[in-house]
């Protein structure tokens, strides 16, 4: 019953370790600030949109051309 209470206690350590270690990692991570995710994602979301309807007028033309080349 000793054994079993020394590899418990040696899990605990092993956890509490792992767990400080983490936090002295995430310490270490610059996160940016709220406006830069912001204009981030507004530009992402912009350029989104933008491709969107690029894509769209090109398969509209491509699906005209081949219409009219199939009605020939």
Do not use: C, P, R, Y
Not at 1 to 19: H, L, P, Q, R
Not at 29 to 47: F, L, N
Request: no cysteine; hydrophobic share 50%.
């Amino acid at each position: 019953m000793a054994e079993t209470n020394s590899g418990a206690d040696a899990v605990a350590k092993k956890s509490k370790g792992w767990i400080k270690g983490l936090k002295a990692e995430f310490h270490k991570i610059s996160w940016t600030s709220k406006d830069d995710v912001t204009k981030q994602t507004v530009a992402v979301v912009v350029v989104s949109v933008i491709l969107g309807l690029l894509i769209a007028v090109i398969d509209f033309l491509l699906q005209s051309g081949i219409n009219f080349l199939v009605s020939l």
